[in-house]
């Protein structure tokens, strides 16, 4: 088994740096659009022959050494009760967004076996189908980002609505972090025990808070949520994009792993870290509209800065973006291996 | 005269800390409200009369350090030839959007006082209604965020068009650059030979971009803006949205004052700067919307934090918001002047 990744996840001796890619499965792919063409994007996350095919096209076609789970972050505030569909142009909407404590009040927190079957039964066939080629990856969004959604209604411009919450109707918003820290922690949970060796939480809006109110009103649940995780002894990993101005609170969550975004530098974010932590990341996802040779001079640059830390994966700074060549995606994949190779 | 604001740019000693915010004129003001329903937004920024009495409405009502020229930052782009709308729903649009050397080429470098008359016509009015009561302070997009603009006809979710551009048609980049950098310097020297008695850069969009690339492809740019308006002998403010991961490379711009966003602690932002250089911030504008005592807070803790920079000019991390409260702001530009001569 390739476990080069897990053992980068642990800060153990490798012989080169693992690489995968947030949103690895999807739109850039022909392959995934071909299986996308015959069916809708939610009804798809929630097929388990299908997400396993989608799940797995990438580590065939890219050569990464790890798979993540094909799935939406907002699967589990379907499962509490919200109505969810996704718009072309908008992204995802949720109707009836949460404004109040009344509709908190209403908010379930799901059975993952009872209300999300098909998670399960995607990582136990993938597990299946993947003969412990590399690892299999769990995720969910992170409780404040999926309560931005919840509040919002959708992506938002300010996070206005989220910020008034927190502001003037604490009671309301905490309460919604509660519910949604349980909600992560059985979710994950349920994940690891059908199979998933590693997990990612995405904090994707973490970063358009104030650094004060990311440490009083956000990190306590993080931490809640990886120390209930801690429990089953697989990797933790956290990435919050934007986060160059919080880095010394991420510090604080206890994950095993931090994700970093593009925006900057790795040895910079290796500095706040501290030498204790392994680092995840950090290519700008546009960097691979570069030609080949600079695409090749930029993951030298980061290998060579991620090797200060106590272990590195690489990996984009963000998703992958639909438009990006699949071409240069290998070049990059097969630039990691190699450049970290001759270290 | 109030001259703390200048006074605070020259690093010198102040009696408290000066106070204008970024947006200080504009949709949360009654008042401009009132002229704003009678013309639409680019006729008000392009009518010396009324564009200099919503410019003097917030030093009246907040009783703030300085005021700020009310215009636009496409106003010079539409200057150079590219047809400017603003759309309720998606802010401004540029028709045709920039993306080949052709398109660039037909680009004009403005004369200011033919093509932007109302714009010196402004400024001088405001002078003499200002009767050096504050300070005035002019402004412009930089060569960056104006490009961004141009090449993607609008604000964008990626900018993928603007770094397709920096990445694999890095001529026509820096052609348009180039002649964006000639725009900005003779427009910003125009507005200080009229009367500005300082300049504020804004660089909304270099947040975007990896580290690496502001500092090959942008910071040249900076530069030579500052070091041509140096000349003019006014204070330079230099403010990019999302700075903290480029601090480092922003110190070199030879601005006199950096503008500091709210997603760094203003502290962790003076350490990376040094102790030479003058700050502006940086409270979380959507902090406006706590409880009066919170506010007061923030702005405690910010005005200890900025103590420690060279000189400290307190103001939001990012523009007002439409739906902020009068009374809160008020609350705001009182509690910097209070608890900074308390200290």
Redesign the interface.
């Known amino acids: 088994m390739n476990d080069t990744f897990l053992k980068a996840c642990r800060g153990e001796e490798i012989e080169y740096t693992p690489v995968w890619l947030m949103r690895q499965a999807g739109r850039y792919l022909p392959q995934y659009k071909a299986v996308r063409a015959d069916i809708d994007f939610l009804a798809l996350c929630k097929n388990p022959r299908l997400a396993a095919e989608v799940t797995l096209q990438p580590v065939e076609i890219l050569g990464v050494d790890a798979a993540i789970l094909f799935s939406d972050i907002l699967i589990p505030v379907e499962a509490m009760g919200m109505r969810l569909v996704f718009s072309d142009k908008q992204g995802p909407l949720l109707s009836e967004p949460i404004r109040n404590m009344s509709a908190v009040d209403k908010l379930m927190i799901p059975d993952v076996e009872e209300d999300m079957p098909f998670i399960i039964e995607t990582i136990k066939l993938l597990r299946k189908e993947l003969e412990n080629k590399v690892p299999l990856i769990g995720f969910s969004g992170a409780p404040f980002t999926l309560a931005t959604y919840m509040i919002e209604g959708g992506t938002s411009k ?3 609505h989220t ?2 919450m927190m ?2 109707h604490s009671g309301v918003f905490n309460y919604l972090m509660e519910k949604l820290t349980l909600t992560v922690i059985s979710y994950l949970t349920a994940q690891i025990k059908a199979g998933a060796q590693a997990i990612q939480i995405f904090d994707t809006w973490a ?7 990311y440490r009083e009103l956000i990190l306590p649940y993080v931490k809640k949520v990886v120390s209930e995780l801690k429990k089953e002894k697989v990797p933790i990993i956290y990435f919050a994009n ?1 986060c ?3 880095l ?1 609170d991420i510090k604080k969550t206890g994950a095993d792993v931090i994700g970093i975004d ?4 790795i040895g ?1 974010a290796v500095k706040k870290l501290g030498k204790k932590i392994v680092v995840q990341g950090n290519l ?4 691979l ?3 080949k040779e ?1 695409i090749e001079e ?1 993951v030298k ?1 980061i290998l060579w800065k991620g090797e200060v830390a106590k272990g590195h994966i690489f990996n984009l ?1 963000h998703g992958i ?1 639909p ?1 990006t060549s699949v071409e240069n995606v290998i070049a990059m994949v097969e630039a990691v291996h190699k450049y970290s190779r001759d270290n």
């Open positions: 300010n996070y206005l910020k008034k502001f003037q970063g358009i808070l104030a650094p004060v109110d934007n160059a101005g919080i010394k593009w925006r900057i530098d910079d700008d996802p546009s960097a509209f570069l030609p600079k930029r640059d700074g973006l438009e």
